[in-house]
């Protein structure tokens, strides 16, 4: 990972309907071929460390036609949606090359040196749990895949489905699933104990990792041998391999690609074993449930694990699976959740259209999208946080939760506060989150500051733009007085006075006396 950034920002774009809304604006055919300069300027002017590019693989016939059986359901997010606007899931993968109709492979590469320009990565998608039923695994290559008999197409017909081979051999394959929910019916099952399996995922991502500087693994954690074997165990002919299926994939990627990184979207509270499987990062969907829920003090307990687990975390507040931002936390909450996901230890998971409160969850499964009003205040308020986070503080410093005691007997707002601070020698920088409908105050214990103390210090609100003075003794001693509106954010950058700076200060001290 040495060419990234410790704490990289990723931004998600669903590439189908990002590319069909420049078409529009641009009155022209764009594919990755032709993305206009303006545009790929307009991300780098974002402080982005990179671009994943959701759903850039060939896309499955028998997904779409499965795809076309639910339209009516599309008409919530899109409601004059057509047959030629579905194109089927992006998690239904017929083939692991670029779709043609995005421009192939090579207007990929083209994008990936232009984005490499502007100092932006490349991610793209992986999903090792399944492919598309029409992917020639499953007629070609069968011994990949989970099978069923008969008897479990009969008694479980939303988990398998029948297939006929070229040679007229009758299979019957598993639907790609997880053990809580039925089978995703435009998706064929992978077997994660079939050593040839894990060679072709492993072929696979070692061309993808040609192609990109980065992948995200689709539902990471059902390929680990506990689970696959809790889902698919009683219709397996071999046992769990003595290793993981990703400790078989990554060391080989990472020794001929040092610097190529593996995302994982993981659940159930197994981030740690992803990450002890060899992932650089994981998917916070713990903070991102508590967020939603507004539950502070899970939150600040959330955030007393350890710095190295905590960095190797992907913070976010939504993304393609996830509702809206603009819908759920709202914009006034968002802000101050904005605040909190990009200034804590670890990477940051933004989703295009999240600037703007675009408010309509998209279905992966087709290509266009309604109009929706930019909220220009929101997207200014998120260009100036992205800005300020690119601070080297955020990535290269010490991070350290502070906690926030109450002002006086009987005022129990604190409780609502959240507070941290970076270090990096002479950079510091204090963060205060209120995501309650109070106004809200606390003092914060600034413990294992006490550098503070030979001084005395501006305190410039980077969001807000006021300067306040503070003694660094008082400061060390007793702590931060802050007071923050409903739904506020501060960030602290602190500025030590020359000797000059304080003279002046107590001469316009004693005026206004």
């Known amino acids: 990972m040495s060419h990234w950034n410790p704490k990289p920002f990723i931004y998600q774009i669903n590439t189908w309907v990002w590319l069909h809304d420049l078409s529009r604006r641009y009155e022209a055919d764009i594919t990755l071929w032709?993305?206009?300069?303006?545009?790929?300027?307009?991300?780098?002017?974002?402080?982005?460390?990179?671009?994943?590019?959701?759903?850039?693989?060939?896309?499955?016939?028998?997904?779409?036609?499965?795809?076309?059986?639910?339209?009516?359901?599309?008409?919530?997010?899109?409601?004059?949606?057509?047959?030629?606007?579905?194109?089927?899931?992006?998690?239904?993968?017929?083939?692991?090359?670029?779709?043609?109709?995005?421009?192939?492979?090579?207007?990929?590469?083209?994008?990936?040196?232009?984005?490499?320009?502007?100092?932006?990565?490349?991610?793209?998608?992986?999903?090792?749990?399944?492919?598309?039923?029409?992917?020639?695994?499953?007629?070609?290559?069968?011994?990949?895949?989970?099978?069923?008999?008969?008897?479990?197409?009969?008694?479980?017909?939303?988990?398998?489905?029948?297939?006929?081979t070229d040679n007229k051999q009758k299979l019957i394959i598993a639907h790609g699933r997880d053990p809580n929910f039925p089978g995703w019916i435009d998706t064929a099952q992978v077997n994660a104990f079939s050593m040839a399996y894990r060679q072709a995922a492993l072929d696979i991502i070692f061309d993808i990792a040609t192609q990109c500087d980065g992948i995200r693994c689709d539902m990471a954690m059902l390929m680990t041998n506990s689970v696959f074997a809790h889902t698919w165990g009683e219709h397996l002919p071999e046992t769990a391999p003595a290793t993981e299926f990703w400790e078989d994939i990554i060391p080989p990627i990472k020794r001929e690609f040092p610097d190529f990184i593996f995302i994982a979207e993981v659940y159930w509270d197994m981030e740690y074993t992803m990450l002890q499987q060899g992932f650089d990062f994981t998917y916070d969907k713990r903070l991102y449930d508590r967020i939603l829920e507004g539950d502070i003090p899970k939150i600040k307990e959330h955030l007393r694990a350890s710095f190295d687990f905590q960095a190797r975390q992907v913070r976010f507040i939504e993304n393609h699976d996830e509702q809206r931002a603009a819908s759920t936390v709202g914009i006034n909450k968002g802000r101050p959740a904005a605040t909190l996901i990009s200034t804590l230890p670890g990477a940051v998971l933004l989703h295009e259209g999240q600037l703007t409160a675009r408010r309509v969850k998209l279905p992966v499964q087709i290509r266009r999208r309604p109009d929706e009003a930019p909220h220009y205040a929101l997207e200014g308020f998120y260009r100036k946080l992205l800005r300020e986070t690119r601070c080297a503080v955020y990535h290269y410093g010490n991070w350290r939760l502070f906690d926030v005691a109450s002002p006086y007997k009987g005022n129990t707002t604190n409780h609502g506060l959240l507070a941290y601070g970076w270090t990096l020698e002479d950079d510091f920088r204090v963060i205060i989150v209120n995501m309650t409908p109070v106004?809200?105050?606390?003092?914060?214990?600034?413990?294992?500051?006490?550098?503070?103390?030979?001084?005395?210090?501006?305190?410039?609100?980077?969001l807000g733009g006021v300067s306040t003075f503070h003694d660094g003794e008082t400061l060390a001693q007793n702590g931060l007085y802050v007071e923050l509106e409903v739904y506020q954010a501060q960030i602290f950058r602190f500025e030590k006075l020359t000797l000059q700076e304080v003279e002046s200060l107590r001469i316009s001290e004693a005026e206004r006396r």
Do not use: C
């Open 34 to 164: 032709n993305i206009p300069d303006e545009v790929l300027n307009d991300l780098a002017s974002l402080s982005i460390d990179a671009v994943w590019f959701m759903g850039i693989w060939q896309r499955s016939e028998a997904g779409r036609k499965s795809a076309l059986n639910y339209i009516h359901e599309y008409k919530y997010a899109l409601p004059d949606v057509t047959p030629e606007d579905v194109i089927g899931s992006a998690y239904a993968i017929g083939d692991y090359v670029v779709d043609e109709r995005l421009g192939g492979r090579d207007a990929l590469a083209n994008l990936r040196w232009r984005l490499s320009q502007r100092n932006i990565k490349l991610i793209l998608d992986y999903v090792p749990n399944h492919v598309a039923t029409d992917h020639h695994w499953v007629k070609n290559n069968p011994h990949f895949m989970v099978r069923g008999t008969k008897e479990d197409l009969k008694k479980f017909p939303d988990r398998f489905f029948s297939i006929e």
């Open 439 to 462: 106004w809200s105050q606390g003092i914060v214990k600034l413990y294992g500051w006490d550098f503070l103390r030979d001084g005395v210090w501006r305190l410039y609100d980077v």
